[in-house]
């Protein structure tokens, strides 16, 4: 019987995932379990495995191929089943209407059973997007419809023959563009029915320097572009406040050492600073719930666990495991997580849930000769903490000088859920308890 | 006083047009003509011109109807007739343009519009004075042939682009001071009516702003019809001897004087001013001044066409007027449009774009590709096979720049290049179109695919 293997859907803003590897050949048997091919989605990599066993029939895509969500990206069967020559379409990806379209979408999969090479079926689309689709023997893979929940209009699918950027441009244009490596979809274009000419791509092209050095490309695609998309979404459309302060750090630097050979030999991992100041902060938010929100659409929600996002730097990117409540851990427990997170995030092995339902994001960047900076705010979340370094400073205590370890705390906030005095008392009272952490333990 | 939303002074083919879309986006219009609807494009101008051209051509082809093995014993033709024909399109012509302006419902008014700051305008025709009030205006005053102050003009007869059409009699000889489109166009008919034409032209070359390889053609092909052609002669003055008239002129030092018996002053046209005389509009040298919407220093007056220089062409001026009446109606229109050139001589030139010079002062990396007609299927066929096609493109990306053409139909054939360039089509596209063939037209996709090294018939 003939099995689907579709492109799984990792996160609620996936929507394309890019084939990184296949690991069986067409032919090959696939046990349950067993991996078949490797995609990357704007978090992660991750191994897609088996469902089923049997053997893997036909793969519709190459390694790089971006694929949608839920498309079917191979089957698997008997050697006596015959895969169509084109995959299934996609179902609709707004869950109300998988469920009300449920039987629908059973009599669909009896067809697929039956073998069907109708593989339109499943798909809302008007009579003449399927008599357009049918002519010009194509699928509705991938075509966006405009209809009333995603239904595919004649239109839709003429525009996604024609043109899958169903954007009008002259030869001329396109070529300037192709050649300056200008997205065509991202130009505005003037001309009649918004063509986008010469003009337009001149006015978008970047000033050019005259000097015309050989210079390395990297194209944002994977996860540099998940991480260019979400930080300029984040950076353009939160009002960022920045508060520094710094926190001496003798007592934390104390109760590191004291429990630094406890919990090792209960864990064999060594706390850090980073879980002390994970603690810190837990404990604060505790007492702060504003700065553990969440800003969705116009409502501003005051999140019940306090689940700390990690920001862990990897090759060419950024990704932010999070740590479930935090607030309820016992520090052995907390460096355990939040070592094994860091390790599986700089191996890229981090599963989706690992990296969902953070409420507030710690990025220490105190490793380096760094001590404030302007951390961004990893939404939905309205506040970020940069942690710089732990450096000794001369300090006035009691009318006198003496040196202390003083670490700087930068603390964003989206002015939009918290204002400035709160965020002022949450970061006031956070340097406090790491001044003296031992009410930590209170 | 009647009020109007659009104003707009001169019926010619800037005037006439504007007045027309305007009406079509819905403003009320007046226009207002004193002399011919559909001014001197129409009676005085391209019309009549390209009449007497295809009455040239007639005769061209009577004569050359033994190479087709076709004896014409005896033929002759009559002036009169001919202008009388001449006057017969003029008018069929100008009925359908009163017919379009009624039918619009423009309020036209006949008779010279003196217009003031304040937007009034008076027209005065005979005793009656009736003066008009408008939102907007449109100055489309149109040019008049430009007659420099030689000495002894005056005090003979000549003509002017204004009265050559309406000649009662071929001279024998014509002297044509001036080699333009106009003193060409009017060389090629009157040599085709028998008349001995010599051209005197004060630049290096003829028509001096077109394409190099184009102007050098024509002469070649012009003398060879025996019209003769002195570049580089300045007139120094005009005589009367025992009733013929004696052109002085001067060629490198040398003092030269031809006798004849007409003599046209070509050398080029100004602006009409009438009615605009004490307007305190700002003008820029003989033209007045406008920005990129056309309007003038002065707001709500536009002024389009002949009157502010640029390509004194017919359908420039009718560009202009819709884009000026876009502009009224609020509608954006950044466009910057191509006008094609057509001059109507035999052979033909027509051109559109920037010249090859022009291209490389502008800083393109340019590659030019000519392909001659004289292998031309069509034209050899017909007889009519000297002449060519250029494509002036830029190398990279294969931007077509210009298009230059020479040779028959080819005032028919530009619109293909101006079409490619509108659109932005590349000299790849162009390659890859099918022309038919056998067509005099298809020597444009042959110097597309010789441009790009893929030329069949021409490498």
């Known amino acids: 019987m003939l099995k689907e293997v579709f492109m799984p859907k990792l996160s609620s803003t996936m929507e394309v995932g890019t084939l990184l590897e296949w690991f069986k050949a067409e032919g090959d048997t696939v046990d349950v379990g067993e991996p078949i091919f490797e995609i990357m989605t704007d978090k992660i990599n991750i191994e897609v495995e088996s469902y089923e066993e049997g053997i893997l029939l036909k793969k519709y895509y190459e390694v790089d191929d971006e694929i949608p969500v839920n498309a079917v990206v191979a089957y698997i069967g008997d050697k006596n089943d015959v895969a169509p020559e084109t995959p299934t379409a996609i179902e609709a990806e707004d869950e109300t209407a998988a469920t009300a379209d449920a039987p629908e979408a059973e009599i669909a999969e009896n067809a697929i059973n039956e073998e069907s090479l109708d593989t339109n079926e499943k798909v809302r689309a008007t009579p003449a997007a399927r008599r357009v689709a049918r002519e010009n023997n194509t699928t509705f893979n991938g075509v966006q419809g405009s209809g009333p929940k995603g239904r595919i209009h004649e239109q839709d699918i003429l525009d996604a023959i024609n043109n899958k950027s169903n954007k009008l441009v002259t030869p001329l244009a396109a070529k300037i563009a192709a050649d300056q490596g200008i997205d065509i979809a991202e130009v505005h274009g003037t001309g009649s029915r918004g063509k986008v000419v010469k003009q337009d791509i001149l006015n978008n092209q970047q000033p050019q320097t005259e000097v015309t050095e050989e210079v390395e490309r990297i194209k944002l695609k994977g996860l540099r572009k998940a991480v260019a998309d979400k930080m300029l979404q984040n950076a353009q459309s939160i009002p960022h406040v920045t508060l520094t302060t710094d926190v001496d750090m003798t007592r934390a630097i104390e109760l590191r050492k004291a429990l630094l050979p406890v919990i090792e030999s209960q864990t064999s991992y060594r706390v850090s600073y980073t879980e002390i100041i994970m603690k810190a902060t837990a404990s604060t938010l505790k007492q702060h719930p504003r700065v553990n929100a969440s800003l969705i659409g116009n409502e501003i929600i005051i999140n019940k666990s306090i689940n700390l996002g990690l920001a862990v730097a990897v090759e060419d990117g950024l990704i932010v495991p999070s740590v479930a409540n935090v607030d309820k851990l016992g520090l052995a427990d907390l460096t355990t997580v939040s070592k094994e997170l860091g390790a599986k995030a700089r191996h890229n092995k981090l599963t989706p849930d690992e990296m969902k339902g953070s409420t507030f994001t710690i990025s220490n960047l105190g490793m380096y000769a760094i001590d404030g900076f302007t951390p961004i705010i990893n939404a939905p979340e309205t506040a970020i903490l940069g942690v710089g370094r732990i450096v000794e400073k001369a300090v006035v205590v009691d009318g006198s000088v003496v040196v202390r370890p003083i670490m700087v705390l930068s603390l964003s906030f989206d002015h939009r859920a918290i204002d400035g005095a709160p965020a002022a008392a949450f970061l006031t009272e956070l340097k406090e308890c790491l001044e003296n952490p031992w009410a930590l333990l209170v | ?459």
């Open chain 2, 1 to 459: 006083m009647k009020t109007f939303d659009l104003a707009i002074i001169g019926g010619g083919p800037g005037g006439y047009v504007a007045a027309i879309r305007a009406a079509k986006e819905g403003l009320s219009v007046a226009l207002i003509e004193g002399r011919d609807l559909g001014g001197t494009c129409l009676n005085r101008g391209c019309v009549p011109s390209k009449t007497l051209l295809k009455h040239a051509e007639v005769i061209e082809q009577i004569k050359d109807a033994k190479t087709f093995g076709i004896t014409v014993n005896d033929f002759s033709y009559s002036i009169e007739n001919m202008i009388k024909r001449k006057n017969k399109v003029i008018n069929t012509l100008k009925s359908g343009i009163k017919g379009l302006i009624k039918q619009s419902k423009i309020t036209m008014i006949e008779g010279y519009g003196i217009v003031s700051k304040d937007k009034t305008v008076t027209v005065t025709t005979g005793n009656e004075e009736e003066k008009i009030q408008a939102e907007n205006i449109i100055l489309a005053n149109g040019s008049k042939p430009f007659v420099p102050p030689f000495p002894g003009l005056e005090e003979g007869s000549y003509h002017t682009s204004d009265t050559i059409f309406d000649i009662e009699e071929v001279p024998s000889h014509m002297v044509i001071v001036g080699g333009g489109v106009i003193g060409l166009e009017i060389a090629c008919i009157f040599n085709s009516f028998g008349t001995t034409v010599e051209i005197v032209e004060m630049a290096d070359r003829i028509i001096p702003n077109e394409d190099v390889d184009a102007t050098k053609f024509l002469t070649k092909q012009l003398t060879k019809k025996g019209i003769s052609i002195r570049t580089g002669t300045k007139i120094t003055g005009f005589k009367n001897e025992n009733g013929k008239a004696i052109v002085e002129m001067e060629m490198n030092n040398e003092k030269i004087s031809l006798e004849t018996d007409s003599i046209l002053v070509a050398v080029g046209r100004t602006p009409n001013l009438t009615g605009i005389e004490d307007l305190p509009v700002k003008f820029d040298g003989k033209f007045v001044k406008v920005n990129k919407d056309l309007e003038s220093s002065l707001s709500g007056i536009y002024a389009i066409g002949d009157l502010i220089g640029g390509y004194q062409l017919a359908h420039a001026a009718s560009e202009e007027g819709i884009k000026a009446v876009k502009h009224i109606v609020g509608k954006e229109d950044k466009s910057d449009m191509l006008i094609p050139r057509c001059v109507y001589t035999f052979p033909e030139i027509a051109s559109v774009g920037i010249t090859e010079v022009e291209a490389k002062k502008a800083g393109y990396k340019v590659k030019v590709k000519k392909v001659d007609l004289a292998a031309n299927g069509k034209a050899i066929a017909s007889n009519e096979n000297s002449g060519f096609v250029k494509i002036i493109a830029e190398e990279k990306y294969g931007e077509i720049l210009g298009v230059v053409m020479v040779g028959p139909h080819v005032t028919e054939m530009i619109s293909s290049g101006t079409a490619f360039m509108h659109l932005e089509g590349t000299v790849e596209e162009l390659e890859n179109m099918v022309f038919p063939h056998p067509t005099v037209s298809e020597a444009l996709t042959e110097a597309a695919a010789a441009w790009m090294g893929k030329g069949i018939h021409y490498s």
